[in-house]
């Protein structure tokens, strides 16, 4: 069941973009902020509070899930688990992001691949256009995890559950304006993608540049910070694996970067495949 929802999922969002219109957070946005004005001293909770926040939605996830399984020979089980898949990817397709931006780098329109820049990064992309095509290919490198790696990973383990788990959590990160809530999100954040960051940084290694990525990987700087450490996990890694992009390169890096996280994704997707043959993994 997990691998068909994977597939189905991955390959509807990269088809379409049906699913970035449809694929809207207003309702949890009014739920938090529902929550916050209802229960005042959540946010005195500290780190507890994005838990409190999400424990009634996560419980009816858990209990409709439980309740699916198995009922008219899987089927509802099945289009549960693809709906809630297909709703916690993104929320917006980095592959047709990417497009977008090189499209508009080498037609010359600085003002669309600025736009596109921002996009990708979630944030103010820099001005210079050499320093820009570097922190793009990192935001590939880094952002491919946050909007599909961790998503699976989370999906295989606990299903649906634990995709929405994880994408609610980082879109209260990045969404709330509350900062006691945003650090909190931003901790638990990164608490549940250092396993799939380390996975996908050993995927880069595997389908690039082997040792490159090894050295810059052993070479990086230690940081107190779980989520700047999953960050430069993700990005030593993968500069290391790209063995012929060098800063300056303009879309050359791009296309390298994307072409890496592609051929990591076939191998994940891959791993599951053979799990599900064996039987290890429904």
Known sequence: MALICILFGIIFERVSDILENYRNFDWFDNYSRWILKTLPGLVSQQKSSILILLLPIMLTTMLLQIWFAGRLLGLIDLLFGLVIFAFCLGPK??????????????????????????????KEPPTDPDQQVVEVMRSILHES??????????????????????????????????????????????????????LVAMGYALTGN???????????????????????????????????????????????????????LVVWLAFIAILTLIGWMS
């Open 210 to 264: 082997y040792e490159g990525a090894k050295q810059e990987f052993y070479g990086k700087n230690k940081q107190e910070d779980l989520y700047d450490c999953n960050y430069h996990t993700l990005i030593t890694a993968g500069q290391g694996a790209l063995k012929d992009c060098e800063p300056g390169e303009e879309t050359a890096c791009i296309r390298s970067a994307r072409a890496l996280v592609l051929r990591t």
């Open 93 to 122: 397709d980095l592959n047709r992001q990417v497009n977008r931006y090189l499209e508009a780098k080498e037609n010359g329109n600085e003002d669309a691949a600025n736009a596109e820049a921002g996009a990708i990064m979630q």
């Open 145 to 198: 995890n946050d909007r599909f790696f961790a998503v699976i990973f989370w999906f295989v383990l606990l299903g649906p559950f634990g995709a929405l788990l994880y994408r609610l959590t980082s879109h209260t990160m990045r969404s709330t304006r509350s900062a006691t809530l945003a650090n909190a999100a931003r901790q638990f954040q990164a608490v549940l993608a250092w396993m799939p960051a380390h």
